[in-house]
T-cell receptor
Framework: NAGVMQNPRHLVRRRGQEARLRCSPMKGHSHVYWYRQLPEEGLKFMVY????????ESGMPKERFSAEFPKEGPSILRIQQVVRGDSAAYFCASTGQANTEAFFGQGTRLTVV | TQLLEQSPQFLSIQEGENLTVYCNSSSVFSSLQWYRQEPGEGPVLLVT?????EVKKLKRLTFQFGDARKDSSLHITAAQPGDTGLYLCAGVKNTGNQFYFGTGTSLTVIP
């Protein structure tokens, strides 16, 4: 009974490169949330997706950031042309249809050098 | 606008002291959860409360859901250094199907 899997755990990118963060939800879960966290801070909501649908992307920057959750495969958070300010921990959480409890992955720590 | 506000934002106490963390909103929630996050890890679910006025105990932790289901509290008795972490509340609104997270309370328990 695998939990939420995120990879990679650590990602280093040079300024201007692209970062792709993957999240495989718990088995049977069809809702995925992405959050960003800076050191010593709480979680900042980015985007909420169901399979093949973006439900709420009000927390996503308008440029360079995109997310998808295809019918098959993991959810992907994509950051194009990364800048130093994108360095943070990115967490995803998944919930089932009942949506009563969210389970988190261990996060991807992105460092832009 | 943050839907769930937690207070205090930071808390540093001595081992053995008691503390309470609050999670408040003007919205009604069908359920509310508390999570703890340790450095370098993802948040881990501690408890879910669903009924107004509900009280749940988890060893030295007591969770309460407000009667109107708009707020919740987490009380820790005789805090220990192992309780150190970021505590997050989260909930699903009564209308709709989306999770919302609180601002977080960073707790440090000094030995």
């Amino acid at each position: 009974n695998a939990g939420v899997m995120q990879n990679p755990r650590h990602l280093v990118r040079r300024r201007g490169q692209e970062a792709r963060l993957r999240c495989s939800p718990m088995k049977g879960h069809s809702h995925v949330y992405w959050y960003r966290q800076l050191p010593e801070e709480g979680l900042k909501f980015m985007v909420y997706l169901q399979k093949e649908n973006i439900i709420d992307e009000s927390g996503m920057p308008k440029e360079r950031f995109s997310a998808e959750f295809p019918k098959e495969g993991p959810s992907i958070l994509r950051i194009q042309q990364v800048v130093r300010g994108d360095s943070a921990a990115y967490f995803c959480a998944s919930t089932g249809q009942a949506n009563t409890e969210a389970f988190f992955g261990q996060g991807t720590r992105l460092t832009v050098v | 606008t943050q839907l769930l506000e937690q207070s205090p934002q930071f808390l540093s106490i001595q081992e053995g002291e008691n503390l309470t963390v609050y999670c408040n909103s003007s919205s009604v929630f069908s359920s509310l959860q508390w999570y703890r996050q340790e450095p370098g890890e993802g948040p881990v679910l501690l408890v879910t409360v669903v009924t107004g006025g509900e009280v749940k105990k988890l060893k030295r932790l007591t969770f309460q859901f407000g009667d109107a289901r708009k707020d919740s509290s987490l009380h820790i008795t005789a805090a220990q250094p192992g309780d150190t972490g970021l505590y997050l509340c989260a909930g699903v609104k009564n209308t709709g199907n989306q999770f919302y997270f609180g601002t977080g309370t960073s707790l440090t328990v000094i030995p």
